[in-house]
Structure formats: structure tokens, C-alpha cells
T-cell receptor, first 111, second 113 residues
Framework: ELKVEQNPLFLSMQEGKNYTIYCNYS?????LYWYRQDPGKSLESLFV?????AVKQEGRLMASLDTKARLSTLHITAAVHDLSATYFC???????????FGTGTRLQVFP | KAGVTQTPRYLIKTRGQQVTLSCSPI?????VSWYQQTPGQGLQFLFE???????NKGNFPGRFSGRQFSNSRSEMNVSTLELGDSALYLC????????????FGNGTRLTVT
């Protein structure tokens, strides 16, 4: 059964600092997604990673995928308060359209 | 372009009752998925429909069911509600091409008392 683990679960960081969120998954997959959820809101798609070595960047966020290590990272550069949210990775079970979500990382950026 | 629309936004039901939630996908999206979100279990996949057929199903009891209509709109039904069914139910739609992300609605917050 596909399991997706994220760490850390909680992340409190100062503005201007860098940090990385990790997403590990247990079985073969080549489709990985990152989502953001603000409190009381729905999920917003951030990145779609479809192949080994894929790297996507948007603003202060950069996501990468290593399918051999079954690992994706979401790197935050020079954090700002607006990035405070919960971030989820989701892995598509191989050859299906079923997404398995990680536990989420709650990010809080303070001045 | 309108997003995924879910109705109602909030529901309060009593144990033993049943409930129907509705989802209208983004125009042109033929795949609709349902997820349950709770603080304890996180986001869990319920089922996915495409062209009125259920293609995937999560590990939920038979009390949870769904369907999709010819216009791609979808409904999910929960019968014999239990306290543990209290959750945010999220519907998501997507295009059919490989790697299309899910687009989520704002969800229906169900409270079972």
C-alpha cells in the first residue's frame, strides 16, 4: 500500500530564512503534486512533478522529485509571512488516478 | 472560468441520518474525486468518477457512496451517519490528460451530532 510521509509536521521559521520540507513515499510512482492550504480554505495546486529529476520553481518555492529515492522536496527561500499555510504533497498511485496525500506540513513564518 | 462548486458549505446532521453532498466540476473536466479531511486522519481518498463510472475507490465503508451524472456533476451520499463522519468533504475535478492537477472546491463542512 502506498504511504506518503512528510516532515516536519510543523515548521516555525523566521522571515528571510531558508528551509526544506521533505516528502517520502513508499512505492513506485512518477507523479507527485504539491498543494497549499490556507486555514479554512481549500487546496491550491502549486506544482506538478512528472519525471525523475523534475524541478519546478515559483517565486520563493522550488520543488524537486527523485523517483529513485522516492523523495520530493519543497524548498523555501527567504521566507515571507504570506507563505504561512499548510503544505501537502500527494503521490499518485502508479497507473491510477488515486492521489495519496501526505500528513501536511504546517508552516508559520514570523517576523 | 468558474471553479469547482460544492454545496452546501455547511451541514449539521444527527447520528443515523443520511446526507447528500453536491459537486459541480470545472467546465470541461470529466474526472471528479472526493476526499475526506479530518484533523486526525488528514486527507483521505473516497472515490473517483470519470464518465459516470467509478474508477477508483478508497477504504471507506459502504455507507459512503457516490455517483456522477452525464454533465460530470457528482454527488456523494453518506447513510447512517456516525459522529466520526464529521469532516470537511472536498471535491476535486481534473482534466484527463496525464499529470493534470486536481482543482479543489471549497468543501462541505459536515458536523454530525
Amino acid at each position: 500500500e502506498l504511504k506518503v510521509e512528510q516532515n516536519p509536521l510543523f515548521l516555525s521559521m523566521q522571515e528571510g530564512k531558508n528551509y526544506t520540507i521533505y516528502c517520502n513515499y513508499s512505492t513506485t510512482s512518477d507523479r507527485l503534486y504539491w498543494y497549499r492550504q490556507d486555514p479554512g480554505k481549500s487546496l491550491e495546486s502549486l506544482f506538478v512533478l512528472l519525471s525523475n529529476g523534475a524541478v519546478k520553481q515559483e517565486g520563493r518555492l522550488m520543488a524537486s522529485l527523485d523517483t529513485k529515492a522516492r523523495l520530493s522536496t519543497l524548498h523555501i527561500t527567504a521566507a515571507v509571512h504570506d507563505l504561512s499555510a499548510t503544505y501537502f504533497c500527494a503521490v499518485e498511485r502508479y497507473n491510477t488516478d488515486k492521489l495519496i496525500f501526505g500528513t501536511g506540513t504546517r508552516l508559520q513564518v514570523f517576523p | 472560468k468558474a471553479g469547482v462548486t460544492q454545496t452546501p458549505r455547511y451541514l449539521i446532521k444527527t447520528r443515523g441520518q443520511q446526507v447528500t453532498l453536491s459537486c459541480s466540476p470545472i467546465s470541461g473536466h470529466r474526472s471528479v474525486s472526493w476526499y475526506q479531511q479530518t484533523p486526525g486522519q488528514g486527507l483521505q481518498f473516497l472515490f473517483e468518477y470519470f464518465s459516470e463510472t467509478q474508477r477508483n475507490k478508497g477504504n471507506f465503508p459502504g455507507r459512503f457512496s457516490g455517483r456522477q451524472f452525464s454533465n460530470s456533476r457528482s454527488e456523494m451520499n453518506v447513510s447512517t451517519l456516525e459522529l466520526g463522519d464529521s469532516a470537511l468533504y472536498l471535491c476535486a475535478s481534473s482534466r484527463t490528460d496525464r499529470g493534470s492537477p486536481l482543482h479543489f472546491g471549497n468543501g462541505t463542512r459536515l458536523t454530525v451530532t
